[in-house]
């Protein structure tokens, strides 16, 4: 196994400790989540089931036996784990690379806490260097793709990939994101938008990081 992968699994290990016993635990997206599904399986008696951010993730609880809620079913999330694909040392994001952005922001909204697990090298000092997701209405796709490089972006149309929710997205390379919250605030404005991958309105709370020494770093929001 990679430094990587296992930087990711040790994240992984590190955030069952978050979960409490008898909750529906809000689960995201991704390989690191991937190896988070594959530990609560181990615990699956311990919690009354999950709601999850995407189909990919909704099928592989389900394979495991973990019974997966609707969220409009569910009062309260008390604990959600999910990846990224970059953190700062603030704890705002860059996700969607896998293209699960919107269901990741509602159920990171919904949570009381918002555990964000990931390998070392997710750590960044300045948001960007990975092109950022924007989930767009397909009949909006131009026009904010315009609006993108009027602020310096160059957005790349993912061709092929539809979100779970039927829309599209847009990779927005060259940015080096200085003020994550305001940035994510006028990209929302754009009507088309649907979610932007930028997660600093809402930060995680806690940052696990898996270090290629077979360590964990925590840090805290
Ligand atoms: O849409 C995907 C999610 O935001 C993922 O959490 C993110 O892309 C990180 O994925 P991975 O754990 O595979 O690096």
């Given at each position: 196994?990679?430094?990587?992968?296992?930087g990711?699994?040790?994240?992984?290990?590190?955030?069952i400790?978050?979960?409490?016993?008898?909750?529906?635990?809000?689960?995201g997206?991704?390989?690191?989540?991937?190896?988070?599904?594959?530990?609560?399986?181990?615990?699956?008696?311990?919690?009354?089931g999950?709601v999850?951010?995407?189909?990919?993730?909704?099928q592989?609880?389900?394979?495991?036996?973990i019974?997966?809620?609707?969220?409009?079913?569910?009062?309260?999330v008390?604990?959600?784990i999910?990846?990224?694909?970059?953190?700062?040392?603030?704890?705002?994001?860059?996700k969607?690379?896998?293209?699960?952005?919107?269901?990741?922001?509602?159920?990171?909204?919904?949570?009381?806490?918002?555990?964000?697990?990931?390998?070392?090298?997710?750590?960044?000092?300045?948001l960007?260097?990975?092109?950022?997701?924007?989930?767009?209405?397909?009949?909006a796709?131009?026009?904010?793709?315009?609006?993108?490089?009027?602020?310096?972006?160059?957005?790349v149309?993912?061709?092929?990939?539809?979100?779970?929710?039927?829309?599209?997205?847009l990779?927005?390379?060259?940015?080096?994101i200085?003020?994550?919250?305001?940035?994510?605030?006028?990209?929302?404005?754009?009507?088309?938008?649907?979610?932007?991958?930028?997660?600093?309105?809402?930060?995680?709370?806690?940052?696990?990081?898996?270090?290629?020494?077979?360590?964990?770093?925590?840090?805290?929001?």
């Amino acid at each position: 196994m990679s430094n990587t992968e296992q930087g990711k699994k040790l994240a992984a290990q590190a955030a069952i400790e978050y979960v409490p016993a008898g909750s529906i635990v809000g689960v995201g997206t991704g390989s690191t989540v991937n190896y988070f599904i594959d530990e609560l399986a181990k615990i699956k008696n311990r919690i009354e089931g999950a709601v999850s951010s995407s189909e990919a993730s909704t099928q592989r609880l389900k394979d495991h036996g973990i019974e997966v809620f609707d969220l409009n079913s569910v009062d309260s999330v008390p604990v959600y784990i999910d990846g990224a694909d970059e953190s700062n040392e603030n704890l705002q994001l860059i996700k969607g690379g896998g293209g699960a952005l919107t269901r990741e922001k509602i159920i990171a909204q919904m949570a009381k806490k918002f555990v964000c697990i990931a390998d070392e090298t997710k750590l960044v000092d300045v948001l960007g260097a990975f092109p950022l997701p924007v989930e767009v209405i397909p009949m909006a796709r131009s026009m904010i793709a315009r609006e993108l490089v009027k602020r310096g972006g160059q957005p790349v149309y993912r061709d092929g990939f539809v979100t779970d929710n039927g829309n599209q997205i847009l990779d927005v390379h060259n940015l080096r994101i200085m003020e994550p919250a305001k940035l994510e605030t006028e990209l929302n404005d754009l009507p088309g938008v649907v979610t932007v991958g930028i997660f600093a309105l809402r930060p995680a709370d806690v940052l696990i990081l898996g270090t290629a020494d077979g360590d964990i770093r925590k840090i805290d929001g």
